[in-house]
């Protein structure tokens, strides 16, 4: 299925609609947060199965209009309701930040990315009560227990910032 939104199309299929809806932080041209809104408006009609919003942090207000405080994560929630699963991640390490997200923000799920590469076992420590021993950092030594291919170890290196590492 084609759905057409003022000119742009995109496919849908039977079941993902996969789009970057995200506020670009160093264009000047691009789409913006109000573009992001009348699309997910438009969108909500179709009866998405879910929506997932990629965000650095998940309190992260919008990066072009800094007087506005309000997550972009709870503006997105509030303009598609409740029936639409809006899928939030970012910067979720612990499990008070994931408490945090759900309950600040009305989020209902919750994705967790680079924090799983560092603790695999995130999962399980939480549902077994181990939250204290949750790994947040990495450390040269953590390399092999985590498997890291030596090309990935080289790649995060020379990018500081991707992911935790601490000498
Ligand atoms: C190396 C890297 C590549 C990424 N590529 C994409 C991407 O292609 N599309 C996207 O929507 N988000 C991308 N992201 C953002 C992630 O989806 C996510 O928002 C970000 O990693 C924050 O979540 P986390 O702290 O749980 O990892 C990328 C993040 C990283 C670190």
Redesign the pocket.
Known sequence: MILNLNSINFTIYPSILNH?I?EPFTFKSGITLDDTIALLTKLKEKELDYI?V????YMQSSIRNPEDQTPVLKTIIDTVGPDTPVIG?????TPDNALEAIKELNLPLL??????IAEPDWIEKVRTGKEDTIRTEIRPEDKDDLAFPDAMWEYVQG?PG??PIVK
């Open positions: 970057n995200f997932h990629s965000t650095g942090h991640v970012g910067a979720i390490k994705a967790i990315g680079r924090e799983l990018n991707w992911l």
